[in-house]
């Protein structure tokens, strides 16, 4: 057997005759990326209501911390892992020191909640080993490959657990998505509703409407949303100043930005920056 043949066997590929490949399945693609991940100790940990466009992950190596959504307390315990969803606003406290171990990754596909969305899962004796392993490559001064691989496979562990039906990759209607990867390609860019009809191939009017039926929401306003999304991770996990920040994510200057910023997420970006650390919360 040639090798061509061997690797359409395995990957689930075939070949038409002159070697044409034909892909016989699709697999959704998830896009994971580890944004951060840290460990360290904690002192205090007074969290008032925040979210972020991302996932985050959390391990503690004791008792004696926990997370509030809702009136309802979620401990954080050596045994299990808690997982944060996107956009949940969550508060948090502890009443001993703790060493925090976190995660925070994005994937592409939407996660859309019922109830209560965050959830745990049991710490294996061989992801806690895979969590010590990350613990002693995070200070290397050039991480290592197995750190990429580590991180993404405990991302992946807590996908696996959320259920399935949360997960929304695509809407139903075609020229909405190609209107959302075009949005998400050029955030950076000058976009009108009148543009992204034109991907649309429809008129100005008549997309508005299928996109506000669609996804519950104006063109411009989601946009906004997700220039606001790109910011808020760049001002977690980046040293570029709000200026920069502001022009990365299409703003015409830091005044515009931040008066969306705040409107959006209710605080400034400046003040959003200061609660990338658990253990500081802006006064």
Not at 21 to 37: D, S
Not at 95 to 105: A, C, G, Q
Not at 110 to 129: C, N, V
């Amino acid at each position: 057997m040639c090798i061509k043949h061997a690797w359409a066997i395995l990957i689930g590929q075939s070949l038409r005759p002159g070697g044409t490949w034909i892909m016989k399945e699709f697999f959704p693609e998830i896009g994971v990326k580890v944004l951060l991940c840290r460990f360290h100790k904690l002192g205090a940990w007074t969290i008032r209501n925040l979210s972020a466009p991302y996932w985050r992950l959390y391990w503690n190596d004791a008792p004696g911390a926990w997370v509030t959504l809702d009136g309802r307390r979620h401990e954080l315990v050596p045994g299990r892992f808690m997982v944060i969803p996107p956009e949940t606003a969550y508060s948090s406290d502890l009443s001993r020191p703790v060493r925090h171990f976190y995660l925070h990754f994005v994937i592409i596909p939407e996660y859309r909640p019922a109830g209560d969305p965050i959830y745990t899962f049991a710490a294996s004796r061989h992801l806690l080993a895979a969590v010590n392993r990350i613990i002693a490559m995070l200070d290397s001064p050039q991480p290592p490959l197995e750190l990429a691989v580590l991180t993404t496979l405990l991302a992946c562990q807590a996908l696996a657990r959320a259920p399935a039906e949360n997960f929304q990759s695509r809407y139903p209607d075609e020229r909405v998505n190609q209107a959302v990867a075009h949005m998400d390609d050029c955030l950076s860019e000058p976009l009108s509703n009148s543009d992204l009809a034109g991907i649309a191939h429809m008129n100005t009017n008549a997309f508005i409407r299928l996109f506000r039926r669609t996804t519950g929401s104006t063109p411009r306003a989601y946009l906004a949303r997700k220039r606001i999304d790109r910011a808020c991770m760049m001002l977690h996990h980046t040293d570029y100043t709000i200026e920069q920040i502001a022009e990365q994510a299409g703003f015409c200057d830091r005044y515009h930005f931040s008066r969306t910023f705040k409107r959006i997420r209710g605080m400034g970006p400046g003040t959003f920056r200061k609660t990338s650390d658990p253990g500081i919360w802006p006064k």
